[in-house]
């Protein structure tokens, strides 16, 4: 035997080294070139993906506004009022339904604004006027779109002009860049992080700090998105890798099961049968009474424990019935241990007859039974034991009258201990047998 375990050490140290040889050279060298590739294409592509969606929602926000802008109703209302035809406030009340109208259809507004003569004509959506004032984006007039420094707006503005082409108004309209930020997000499955620059700021494409930097411009506009993420979460190339490895792995270990298996099978499988086998036989001696093949006191002990434990944590019933063979000394001391033995068989075929499958009988004593009830009320297994009376008085002994007494007490859930329900039910039995035998008594 040691020669053999000598001989597996040897075999397992020589696989052992096998296998990382294989997969150093074989799986991790070539597969580490194809992370690096992996890891700049796929961060590039999910980049220019981002930076198609935010180019169309930029230049959306300024196709938006020129669109409301250009509204010819409203624009007549506006040279009605200049003409003198109309007062301002009548205006307003022209304009108001009509504005809200055109600009409640698109995609993240939070509020839109028309300015006539200086003064604020109507407005949409949430109050944003404070912030119109606070910038320099009204005055300058020169940009159709600017971003806010703290990234968390795109404002778009448009000339509302008459039939000549003069411009008798300006709408802004504020979107929510942070919605769009989110959309971002949830498209890329790795961890990217947007920003907006005006201007590139003097950085360029490539790894700082083990962040993966790419740039890039926006058309039609002077402003660049910056993407950044950590170069250990492209989890594409990554997966490849493990997928190949583990395949490798586990080709050798059946490799290394099959020999193993190979050398031990025909030494271990007479002994593994040999111990299954004793096992069985300890298990069965141990548990069950020779004779009358039932479970013996031992393994009684048990299955209450456990059934008593899972009638208190299901607060469901649990009833238990004591039998004991009256004047059973009798019978062996007239008749011989035979009969007597014959007559135990019998009471036990008897019982097995009329309980129910997930009932547990088991012999307590020489002439002594227990019969545990899950599920069972106090008052349903009373009428159990005398059905159980019945049928044995109605078995004609051919020695003498045979019958049995029968003591009944049910689990009270977190006040028992194991032994309180046994002498309960020995309790009952025992008045049972006071008050004349061959009769059920319950606790």
Known sequence: ???????LKNIFG???????IVSYFGVYIPLKNELEDSLHSGFKTMVSNSEIILENHLNRAVEDAESLASRTMLAAGIERYHAGEITFSELQQYTQAEYNQGASVYEYLLAAYRFVDSRLLTSYGREFTWFLDNSDFRRSGNENLIITSDQNYIIAQAAVEDKAGNTIGRDY???DLTAMFLELKQLNAEEIRYNILRGDEGLENGIYSGKIVELRELNNTDYFLKAETSDSLIYGAISRISYKIMLVIFSTIIII???????LH???ENMVKNLKQELKEKTILSETDKMLGIYNRAKFNKELAREMDRAQRYDSNLSLIMIDIDYFKKFNDNYGHHVGDQILEKIVAIIKQKIRKHDILARYGGDEFMLICPETRLEEAEKLAQRLNRAIDEYNCEHDDLSCSFGVAEFKSFKDEQKDLINRAD?????????????VCKN
């Open 257 to 263: 099961s099959f020999l193993v298996t190979k050398i």
């Open 173 to 175: 309209i504020i979107y």
């Open 1 to 7: 035997m040691n020669r053999l375990l000598n001989k």
């Open 427 to 439: 309790q009952a039995l025992y008045k049972a047998k006071e008050n004349g035998r061959n009769r």
């Open 14 to 20: 020589i696989i052992i080294v096998l296998i990382i």
């Open 266 to 268: 025909n030494t271990s």
